[in-house]
């Protein structure tokens, strides 16, 4: 059974950082492009980012809103996707979900199969 | 950036209805078209890939259709646990962009 866990969440003062991590289990964790989408309280989803698999060049791209201050990684030894944010925001107060694409993999399309339950991001003084 | 609008912004409904939920994309997609349903508190789960294609496990009154910029999603006879909020998402290209939702209320 594909379970994706995301953990890290919390409360956070604007300016600091924080690191989530999203654990799988399932599936053969470095095949797979793993994507952060977020959130926030009453609005829609928002793409935050996504890496590729190793075979893929383990590359990454972000949303506008969140280049340069987040960063997303991978430990395919562990299983882990990580999600780094630095100089967070009120405006990033968010649950933030990870999820698999199998995009260029198992097919040639792309979408998110199965999704963590999301951890609650909270930035506030 | 590509725009994904939907429409209607929510509707109220009454089991046994079709529903139809509209998506539209700011420039063509071909058939790199999403969507996903999304109860309150719960992670959204993926109905519809690539336009038409519906997900393993996916009740088969859910279906999509269309290509290029135009798309939709139908429930052919509502039930009550289709009462959520809906989502359209683009992956043709990056950013991976989403509808606003169409909420789906019980009438």
């Known amino acids: 059974e594909v379970q994706l866990v995301e953990s890290g969440g919390g409360l956070v003062q604007p300016g600091r950082s924080l690191r989530l991590s999203c654990t799988a289990s399932g599936f053969t964790f470095g095949d797979y492009t793993m994507t952060w989408v977020r959130q926030a309280p009453g609005k829609g989803l928002e793409w935050v980012g996504f890496?590729?698999?190793?075979?893929?060049?383990?590359?990454?791209e972000y949303a506008a809103s969140v280049k340069g201050t987040f960063t997303i990684s991978r430990d395919d030894s562990k299983t882990i996707a990580y999600l780094q944010m630095n100089s967070l925001k009120t405006e990033d107060t968010a649950v933030y979900y990870c999820t698999r694409d199998p995009g260029g993999y198992s097919t040639s399309w792309y979408y998110f199969d199965y999704w963590g339950q999301g951890t609650l991001v909270t930035v506030s003084s | 950036d590509i725009q994904m609008t939907q429409s209607p912004s929510s509707l109220s409904a009454s089991v046994g209805d079709r529903v139809t939920i509209t998506c539209r994309a700011s420039q063509s997609i071909s058939r790199y078209l999403n969507w996903y349903q999304q109860k309150p508190g719960k992670a959204p789960n993926l109905l519809i890939y690539a336009a038409s294609s519906l997900q393993s496990g996916v009740p088969s009154r859910f279906s999509g259709s269309g290509s290029g910029t135009d798309f939709t999603l139908t429930i052919s006879s509502l039930q009550p646990e289709d009462f959520a909020t809906y989502y359209c998402q683009q992956s043709y290209s990056t950013p991976r962009t989403f509808g606003q939702g169409t909420k789906v209320e019980i009438k």
């Open positions: 890496i590729r698999s190793k075979a893929y060049g383990g590359t990454t």
